[in-house]
């Protein structure tokens, strides 16, 4: 039997929204989560002097569960 645990995380990037995403899933591989999906909740943007400063994405990491 497989169980699937989610996680919700916030990933940020100075670069885009695709990159903050990839640090999500990279941050959750590295911790030696088996990542199965990813489903996106929200995207953001901090903006000064009329540039965006840094990117957010907020999602839900789905990921095998391991006793």
């Known amino acids: 039997m497989t169980i699937i ?3 919700e995380l916030i990933g940020t990037s ?6 903050a ?5 990279a941050h959750e591989a590295a911790a030696g ?9 929200n995207q953001t943007a901090e903006v000064k002097d009329g540039k965006i400063t ?8 789905a990921y095998k569960w391991e006793k």
């Open 54 to 61: 840094e990117f957010k994405v907020n999602a839900k990491v």
């Open 5 to 7: 645990k989610i996680r």
């Open 14 to 19: 100075s670069r885009s929204f695709e990159e």
């Open 21 to 25: 995403l990839q640090n999500i899933v």
């Open 33 to 41: 989560k088996n990542v199965t999906g990813v489903h996106v909740l």
